[in-house]
């Protein structure tokens, strides 16, 4: 599958404390229509014909946009495409939740739990945790709904926030970290760290009982394919699995878009200071923009990746005679 994600336009409700786009000087201006086809016709014709294209509508907010949502789709639809809105779920109604079961759309919501007051707020600073709980019954109503959850510098009771998350809207948060140059200090790492742990060490103990949640299966993947297929991705796929359309073309990522920066990503592919790394073969090296920029693997996050590799390792021996974690394994090997 490729993934491509157009940026209908840089309009948002909010203005969350780790938005990209403030930083990266996204236009409001929504996109054209007739280039965007243009465009994705050229792309579609380059891939291989069986290849199947996750088209990704991104922002801002892409709600704002619903009627270009709708056009795409319905010209695209049969296609062969496969539909994603991440969202942060404010815009959602009961007219749109239809259209989105109908045509088998999936939705990525954004919510950070007990941290959303902290990092997602309005353009006039207003708190939203709230406003996102009166849309609780509307987000039960999508067929295929799923939750990210941006974990930054203050984040670190990742247990706690899972647990929170699982109980309002009873799906695991898919938890990601922000891999911004500077977002994380020494402190901030040691105490993500012991989150991490304190995360693996409920998951342990609650095996035949809980999900594994998505942060920890993300990077146990990570794990059964460097030792199912013996290789692994050694960067985060722009310009290869996943592609952006902004300022009317198509280019490897929406942050990857002047040229000079665009001409480093071979350099930058397999980093060199990755190269004696003792977690080299399984850890996918953060954010290829922000690698560029930093010249190298970022100190920080190194020392979180090889922290959560550690934590998935000692996770594997403690569960290894768990039928229900076997099951998991086998599941995983088969997908590898
Ligand atoms: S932890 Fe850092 S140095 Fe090691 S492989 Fe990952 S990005 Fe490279
Ligand atoms: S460079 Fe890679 S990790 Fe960074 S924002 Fe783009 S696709 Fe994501």
């Not at 203050?154 to 922000?178: A, K, R, T």
């Not at 901030?188 to 760290?193: A, E, I, S, T």
């Not at 902004?246 to 942050?255: E, Q, V, W, Y």
Request: proline residues 4%.
């Amino acid at each position: 599958m490729i993934t491509l994600s157009i940026t209908l336009s840089g309009q948002c409700n909010l203005s969350c404390s780790y938005c990209y786009f403030k930083k990266n000087n996204i236009s409001f201006t929504p996109i054209s229509l007739d280039n965007f086809f243009l465009e994705y016709q050229k792309f579609k014709s380059a891939i291989p014909d069986k290849e199947t294209i996750r088209i990704d509508f991104f922002g801002g907010e892409p709600l704002i946009h619903w009627d270009l949502i709708k056009l795409i789709i319905n010209t695209l639809k049969d296609d062969g495409n496969d539909f994603l809105i991440p969202t942060n779920g404010l815009l959602l109604t009961a007219d749109k939740i239809d259209f989105i079961n109908e045509h088998k759309i999936k939705i990525s919501l954004s919510f950070d739990g007990l941290w959303q007051n902290n990092n997602r707020l309005t353009p006039k600073k207003e708190k939203t945790l709230s406003s996102l709980l009166k849309k609780k019954d509307l987000v039960f109503k999508i067929n295929d709904c799923t939750i990210h959850t941006m974990i930054s510098g203050e984040c670190n009771n990742l247990l706690e926030n899972h647990l929170y998350i699982l109980d309002v809207f009873g799906i695991s948060p898919g938890m990601e970290l922000i891999k911004d140059i500077g977002a994380w200090s020494r402190s901030d790492v040691l105490l993500f760290n012991k989150g991490f742990s304190e995360l693996i060490n409920w998951y342990i103990l609650n095996v035949d009982n809980y999900p594994i949640p998505p942060i920890i299966l993300h990077h146990l993947r990570d794990f059964i394919r460097a030792f199912a297929k013996k290789s692994n991705p050694t960067y985060c796929g722009a310009g290869k699995s996943h592609f952006s359309y902004l300022d009317g073309r198509i280019i490897p990522c929406f942050l990857l878009r002047n040229k000079d920066v665009i001409g480093q990503i071979p350099n930058y592919t397999n980093m060199t200071g990755c190269a004696s790394c003792e977690i080299i073969k399984f850890c996918r090296r953060g954010c290829l923009h922000e690698n560029i920029n930093n010249k190298g693997p970022i100190a920080e996050l190194c020392l979180i990746y090889k922290h959560i590799y550690n934590d998935i390792s000692r996770m594997v021996a403690s569960l290894k005679d768990s039928s229900k974690f076997c099951d998991l394994i086998q599941r995983e090997l088969y997908d590898a």
